[in-house]
């Protein structure tokens, strides 16, 4: 066969297998054989030399020509089959974003522990250490050295648990007042949050509990200190309107004792038919007051040099007021529908 009827058959070969080609992978294996290396047209390229030379021309020119045809195929084709795979990626890929979104289930928080977090920015705040304490704690920190010593009616008023021998689950958050004394020398800036027990349990009471104890020892501190970052503090926990007022008490660990009421914030004091504070216009909700001397010398402090003021309160109670949440139980079921409303 004259080798210019094989170029020409080659050519059409090529045309067909390109055009019938639907890949890009397929058309790089097209090119290959038809425009490689070792393909027959570029055989017949480099055998130009030995042709009579009447014939080199002619040959040369549509072998160059085939070449270039099949080469400019293949691209159109190339270029062909990439819009069309891009526009599949585009379809496979395609977001509707008019589709209502998936809604992630959102946490929150307990409302004690919003108490707990807006009392303890507010003494934070104020320049007060956050410390925290063992919830099994030595009699010793419980009551001795609080001035409950053993023997003490105020030990069974406390209906505490007993661990073992000198042990106890804490009643109370105050021991952190000594551990803190005997781990500093003042002055003494401190809070302590933290669970507390006692067996008890009806609408008001639950044998887990939370405290929040607070106390500051320094030079000069009176009941004036005290009552100045009390109110401030329950009007940062309350709202700005409410009021306070000290009403004498009892503790063995301070004295003067003081217990604080805050202004219902509910009613303000003028609906006698007030659920929350029953009609009295206050609620009950702390115990205070002066370091007692004793106190402070079971620490080694001087109490000829220093004063100081404590205070512990409970934030259940304080969220249940804040909310309306009538009982404290409802606190400790963790059922997710009481939860989920706050
Ligand atoms: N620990 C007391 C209680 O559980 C509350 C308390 C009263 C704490 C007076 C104090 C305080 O720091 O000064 O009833």
């Given at each position: 066969?004259?080798?210019?009827?094989?170029?020409?058959?080659?050519?059409?070969?090529?045309?067909?297998?390109?055009?019938?080609?639907?890949?890009?992978?397929?058309?790089?294996?097209?090119?290959?054989?038809?425009l490689g290396r070792s393909a027959e047209?570029?055989?017949?390229?480099?055998?130009?030399?030995?042709?009579?030379?009447?014939?080199?021309?002619?040959?040369?020119?549509?072998?160059?020509?085939?070449?270039?045809?099949?080469?400019?195929?293949?691209?159109?084709?190339?270029?062909?089959?990439?819009?069309?795979?891009r526009e599949e990626r585009l379809r496979a890929e395609a977001v509707d974003v008019t589709l209502p979104g998936v809604a992630f289930p959102k946490g929150n928080l307990h409302p004690s522990q919003r108490i707990i977090d807006d009392v303890v920015d507010f003494f934070v705040g104020l320049g007060y250490r956050v410390a925290e304490g063992p919830e099994v704690e030595t009699d010793y920190y419980n009551f001795t050295a609080l001035g409950i010593p053993p023997g003490h009616p105020a030990r069974t008023m406390q209906d505490t648990f007993f661990v073992d021998e000198g042990l106890v689950l804490r009643t109370q958050t105050s021991p952190?007042?000594?551990?803190?004394?005997?781990?500093?020398?003042?002055?003494?800036?401190?809070?302590?949050?933290?669970?507390?027990?006692?067996?008890?349990?009806?609408?008001?009471?639950?044998?887990?509990?939370?405290?929040?104890?607070?106390?500051?020892?320094?030079?000069?501190?009176?009941?004036?200190?005290?009552k100045g970052t009390l109110a401030a503090m329950a009007r940062h926990v309350f709202g700005e309107d409410v009021k306070i007022r000290l009403r004498p008490s009892y503790f063995q660990?301070?004295?003067?004792?003081?217990?604080?009421?805050?202004?219902?914030?509910?009613?303000?004091?003028?609906?006698?038919?007030?659920?929350?504070?029953?009609?009295?216009?206050?609620?009950?909700?702390?115990?205070?007051?002066?370091?007692?001397?004793?106190?402070?010398?079971?620490?080694?402090?001087?109490?000829?040099?220093?004063?100081?003021?404590?205070?512990?309160?409970?934030?259940?109670?304080?969220?249940?007021?804040?909310?309306?949440i009538p009982d404290l139980r409802l606190f400790f079921e963790g059922d997710l529908r009481f939860l989920r409303q706050f």
């Amino acid at each position: 066969m004259a080798v210019s009827a094989r170029i020409e058959e080659l050519k059409s070969e090529a045309l067909a297998a390109v055009a019938a080609s639907d890949s890009t992978a397929a058309l790089e294996d097209l090119r290959v054989r038809y425009l490689g290396r070792s393909a027959e047209l570029t055989e017949i390229k480099k055998s130009i030399g030995s042709l009579p030379a009447e014939e080199r021309k002619e040959v040369g020119r549509s072998a160059n020509l085939a070449s270039r045809e099949i080469e400019e195929t293949i691209e159109e084709q190339r270029a062909g089959i990439a819009l069309a795979e891009r526009e599949e990626r585009l379809r496979a890929e395609a977001v509707d974003v008019t589709l209502p979104g998936v809604a992630f289930p959102k946490g929150n928080l307990h409302p004690s522990q919003r108490i707990i977090d807006d009392v303890v920015d507010f003494f934070v705040g104020l320049g007060y250490r956050v410390a925290e304490g063992p919830e099994v704690e030595t009699d010793y920190y419980n009551f001795t050295a609080l001035g409950i010593p053993p023997g003490h009616p105020a030990r069974t008023m406390q209906d505490t648990f007993f661990v073992d021998e000198g042990l106890v689950l804490r009643t109370q958050t105050s021991p952190m007042q000594i551990r803190t004394m005997l781990s500093q020398e003042p002055p003494v800036y401190v809070v302590c949050p933290g669970r507390t027990y006692r067996r008890d349990s009806d609408p008001t009471h639950t044998p887990m509990f939370h405290q929040i104890e607070g106390l500051a020892v320094d030079r000069g501190l009176t009941l004036g200190h005290l009552k100045g970052t009390l109110a401030a503090m329950a009007r940062h926990v309350f709202g700005e309107d409410v009021k306070i007022r000290l009403r004498p008490s009892y503790f063995q660990f301070t004295e003067p004792s003081v217990e604080l009421d805050v202004s219902c914030f509910i009613c303000g004091g003028d609906d006698p038919g007030c659920k929350v504070c029953k009609g009295a216009g206050w609620l009950e909700m702390l115990g205070a007051g002066m370091v007692d001397p004793g106190v402070l010398e079971e620490v080694g402090y001087d109490p000829e040099e220093y004063t100081g003021y404590a205070f512990g309160m409970g934030p259940d109670r304080m969220a249940m007021v804040k909310y309306g949440i009538p009982d404290l139980r409802l606190f400790f079921e963790g059922d997710l529908r009481f939860l989920r409303q706050f």
